[in-house]
């Protein structure tokens, strides 16, 4: 995995984002979810796997519920110190906007049957389109599932499996966002009414 895409997009004299680097895994991996209002809100679900983060971009963020097939688009890989990243992306950079951690926590990768895998059988199974993991975090918890729609390897779906942290109701991620993003989009979504009129 590079994070060459990832510092090529950026120039960090001008965003606050930390520069790409490998890290080396250490026990448990970990995994971050943001919440990112750029040019559009969507959340950016991140896992951490050889030594960077796998990142998807959630539209409309992730959901407890199994009939949520929620899309995720596949971007650059993400350095691990990114998992802590909250703030402002300066205006005329790329991802420009604020961002802030809506979870974060430690996930196991596993098989079919629920049982723990490898990183490197995790890895095989990334590649192959269709990846399980176990979900440790405030929000999300248990099982969940990404598969590649096979349209192209950048769309997939994100699924929560049926487990005893699952809901028939429906989930909106922004009910359980940070007053924080909440102030801030109420304010883009005002300046938006204003240059309108």
Request: glycine share 8%.
């Amino acid at each position: 995995m590079s994070l060459e895409k990832y510092n090529s997009k950026r120039n960090f004299s001008d965003t606050p984002e930390p520069s790409g680097k490998k890290a080396i895994d250490k026990g448990k991996l970990t995994f971050v979810v943001q919440r990112h209002h750029a040019s559009h809100l969507h959340y950016d679900f991140r896992l951490e796997l050889g030594g960077a983060l796998k990142s998807w971009a959630v539209p409309k963020g992730p959901s407890l519920n199994p009939k949520d097939k929620r899309l995720a688009m596949m971007v650059e890989d993400h350095p691990i110190s990114y998992a802590g990243f909250e703030g402002d992306i300066p205006a005329g950079n790329y991802g420009a906007g604020h961002v802030d951690v809506w979870d974060h926590g430690t996930y196991e990768p596993i098989d079919e049957d629920g049982g723990v895998i490898t990183a490197k059988q995790f890895s095989q199974h990334l590649h192959a389109g269709s990846i399980k993991f176990r979900m440790h975090g405030k929000h999300l918890k248990g099982d969940f599932a990404l598969v590649n729609m096979k349209k192209d390897e950048k769309t997939w779906l994100l699924i929560k499996h049926h487990d005893k942290y699952a809901t028939e109701e429906p989930y909106n991620s922004e009910d359980y966002a940070k007053k924080s993003s909440l102030a801030y989009t109420a304010g883009r979504n005002k300046d938006k009414v204003v240059k309108k009129k």
